[in-house]
Each structure stands twice: as structure tokens, then as C-alpha cells.
């Protein structure tokens, strides 16, 4: 049984350790990071900026064989009614056994009945089509709302999707 709980400097090092190439970085992180490959201490670093806010609720989810996937959760309005998820992965030896629709299905729940959110947001690249299939699974639905990254000298396309509670 999959569980969630709060991120610690600890976990960093597992899940810089889940990113094989550059096209999976850039597919878990756009252009957050300026380089690649990061390391446990790029990822602690950047959680430690925003360690005194209350809008950032960065998560692992484990089972009885340790931690397996990972999850940022970031208010995007003064409000907090606005929830957006990002930074979502899971080990990738443990890709394709339904991993992170679990954890998926844990943060949605999560974020509704314990942040008190009204909508969750999220961000998908086009060539990331597995990611955008299960977030439908889930109910989030694509908008309107498509931006155009730089990344690895090419153009690619990321479709805004959402999720009302």
C-alpha cells in the first residue's frame, strides 16, 4: 500500500537518482534546473528557497520497500485555492506496475481534503504522452492554454491541464 508524507533533505539523492537522460530531466523539471545533471544538493537547494513558505508541500510517496515516487505541491494564488502539482516522478525501476497512478490518486486526495484546495493545475509536454494519459485518468482535463518551451534546442509544446474539486 502506497502512502504520501512530507519530503526530506534525505530523499534527494533517491529521486535525482530515478533520471536517466536529459529528455526525462527536462521532461520531470522543464527549465527549473540550468543544468544537467543535477545532483541531490541542486534539489535541496532548491527546496530550501522556498522552505519558509507555506505554498510548497513537496512529497514522497513509499511502500513496505522504501520511498517510490515524488511530487511537488505549490498554491499558485494568495488564497490557496489554486494547487499545482509539478516535479512528478516515480523510480524508474518501478515504471509501468500503476506506481503512479496510486500516487496520483493519493495527492489528488491530498490536496482536496487536506490543503482545501478548489482546483489543481498541472503542466504536461506533448512527448510525454504515458504522463497525459494517466493525468486524465485521474479527471484533469486538458484547457486552451498551450506554452512553448526551448528546451534541447527544439520547441516543445506543453498543454495546461486541470483538475476542479
Known sequence: MIKLRPYMKCD?????????DEISFRKWSSVQFDHYPITAEDLIRHYDAFAD???????????ETGIIGHLLM???????SVLRFGFIIV???????????????????????????KKITLGVF???????QCYKAHGFQDTDIVKTHHILDEEWKCREMELIG
Request: hydrophobic residues 40%; negative net charge.
Open 74 to 80: 505549490r498554491f499558485t494564488d494568495e488564497g490557496k
Open 126 to 132: 506533448e512527448n510525454n504522452e504515458p504522463a497525459h
Open 12 to 20: 534527494a539523492a533517491t529521486v535525482v537518482s530515478w533520471i536517466g
Open 91 to 117: 523510480d524508474d525501476k518501478k515504471r509501468g506496475m500503476g506506481l503512479g497512478k496510486q500516487m496520483l490518486a493519493l495527492a489528488i486526495r491530498y490536496a482536496f481534503e487536506i490543503l482545501k484546495a
Open 53 to 63: 513558505s507555506d505554498n510548497y508541500h513537496p512529497m514522497i510517496a513509499f511502500d
